[in-house]
């Protein structure tokens, strides 16, 4: 909410972050078609001259266009790797797929993606490329994301009466599974105190079986850059002083009974 300014459209917040975040060396011809680019690939280009709203006071565009005008923003500056902090977070099933798609087409387009997610749909997770499950901020399992089913299942049950304690059913959701098997109730009443020691018990042995696998790093075809530097703005003062000048001029001039008050 602090980026996308409500009385802005889609095309002015692009404009903005364009002039502020993009080298001051590219020319504003460069930087449309910049804007033009990374609307198209994440599909905003219907909603370009939509005003963005405030989500519960005024229209604008949907929860899942504004997720995706968040990222359009970050990727004006063309990284070589994007962080995503729960990008599904408050979408419907319908709106997250679309989310996630978008992010896979990111992705496939030669950047690595590194996003954190919670209770994602099953056709969700078979988009995943690899996995890292956390639990108590150890590592549980990290490696290809289809593969995660297997690895628990083929682990030694813990009570030899139940051996598939730790197969996923095959009509169940993996990521649904998973997460039921690393996390432990919150309970604290009588039947939720023996389930959180059964919980515990289960998370424990996980981890620990896991932190016998000993993981080989990759090999580097060179050696990392360690005399790394802090970047500069990408323009200077006085263009970002009459760029955030502009925009809340813009911004108040459109809010009617804040400009009337």
Not at 145 to 165: G, K, L, S, V
Not at 249 to 254: A, E, G, L, Q
Request: glycine fraction near 6%.
């Amino acid at each position: 909410d602090d980026v996308l300014l409500g009385n802005l459209t889609v095309r002015e917040c692009l404009k903005y972050a364009a002039w502020l975040r993009i080298d001051s060396s590219v020319s504003w011809k460069d930087k449309q078609l910049r804007i033009q680019n990374v609307a198209e690939e994440l599909g905003l280009i219907k909603c370009l001259d939509t005003y963005v709203g405030v989500p519960g006071v005024t229209k604008g565009i949907s929860g899942g266009e504004r997720k995706r005008l968040s990222i359009a923003i970050e990727l004006l500056t063309e990284p070589s790797i994007l962080f995503l902090d729960e990008p599904t977070t408050g979408l419907d099933s319908r709106t997250a797929q679309n989310v996630m798609e978008t992010i896979g087409k990111i992705a496939k387009n030669g950047r690595a993606v590194v996003l954190t997610i919670h209770q994602p749909r099953s056709n969700i997770f078979k988009m995943f490329d690899k996995l890292l499950l956390l639990s108590r901020g150890r590592v549980a399992y990290f490696g290809p994301a289809q593969a995660a089913t297997t690895y628990f299942a083929q682990i030694p049950p813990i009570d030899p009466r139940n051996p598939e304690m730790f197969k996923c059913p095959s009509d169940f959701n993996p990521s649904d599974f998973l997460i039921d098997l690393i996390t432990e109730t919150t309970s604290l009443t009588d039947t939720g105190k023996e389930q959180k020691m059964l919980d515990n018990k289960r998370i424990n042995y996980i981890l620990d079986y896991t932190g016998r696998i000993v993981y080989e790093p990759p090999s580097l075809d060179a050696d990392l850059v360690t005399n790394l530097k802090f970047s500069p703005y990408r323009t200077n003062w006085f263009v970002q002083l009459f760029v955030i000048l502009i925009r809340s001029f813009v911004s108040i001039m459109r809010d009617r009974v804040l400009t009337m008050a």
